[in-house]
């Protein structure tokens, strides 16, 4: 049978939305174009935009839940970056341009907690996507393993909340573990399977409302004896990936 790619999302500023994508191109040993460009490094952060940094070093889902209902929209020929949330009006800034930081500031500000250190700049790191690994990582998703979730946890539940990048339905849920160490082909790209993604906090908040409203965590731990939730990936062979393109282990 021939598994095919559903969605593709990106996360142009790190913990703060997605956008769906109908194609992307990808380049050997990079992250998606257009993914985790940017994150938010709160005052707490040894991040200086100089090397890749740990995510304990910016705001994000697992400790701001609010966080998790905005929509991003990312202009790739301007920079500019349009975020949306339910309880904010919508905002367009520039990411890179240090004028636009205390506009985004003042509108993050409301759906933070009190009491954390709070967001104080917007780092980029030349050439390197933001991502939770210390490589340069594409996160594969199958619908199987999020269906086994859903049957779990007894009600449905946004794949908005796994913030993954391709998304595919192998049939068989966790099937995509066995892919470690293997390589596999999706669309022209290849990728290297690295690791399986150890999922935290931010899971258990629902992408509409923002609101911690599902204990994904003690549901993955009682079923399955672990925490885990798709699979990182890298990229081996540059190519290009639209919606319907063939996966296949190599």
């Not at 990582?137 to 859903?150: I, P, Y």
């Not at 609101?211 to 290009?240: C, M, P």
């Amino acid at each position: 049978m021939t598994h095919k790619v559903t969605n593709i999302w990106r996360h142009p500023l790190k913990s703060h939305g997605r956008e769906a994508l109908e194609n992307v191109t990808l380049t050997a040993g990079q992250t998606m174009p257009g993914d985790r460009v940017w994150a938010v490094a709160h005052e707490a952060s040894k991040a200086d935009g100089s090397e890749w940094v740990p995510c304990q070093n910016f705001t994000r889902g697992s400790k701001a839940p609010k966080l998790m209902a905005i929509n991003a929209t990312l202009d790739d020929a301007s920079g500019q970056l349009t975020l949306t949330h339910p309880d904010q009006p919508d905002l367009t800034f520039d990411p890179g341009n240090p004028a636009d930081l205390p506009r985004f500031l003042d509108w993050e500000t409301p759906l933070t907690p009190a009491g954390r250190a709070a967001s104080a700049r917007i780092i980029r790191v030349p050439g390197r996507g933001m991502t939770d690994t210390g490589f340069p990582s594409v996160t594969l998703c199958n619908w199987a393993s999020h269906r086994a979730v859903e049957q779990a946890i007894g009600h449905e539940l946004s794949p908005k909340r796994w913030r993954g990048n391709i998304w595919f339905d192998l049939d068989e849920a966790w099937a995509e573990n066995s892919w470690l160490g293997r390589e596999v082909q999706i669309g022209e790209a290849v990728f290297a399977v690295r690791e399986r993604v150890a999922r935290c906090l931010a899971t258990t908040a629902n992408p509409e409302t923002g609101e911690r409203d599902a204990d994904t965590l003690k549901t993955l731990k009682e079923n399955w004896g672990h925490q885990d939730f798709s699979i990182y990936a890298e990229v081996v062979r540059s190519g290009g990936i639209r919606l319907g393109d063939a996966v296949k282990v190599l």
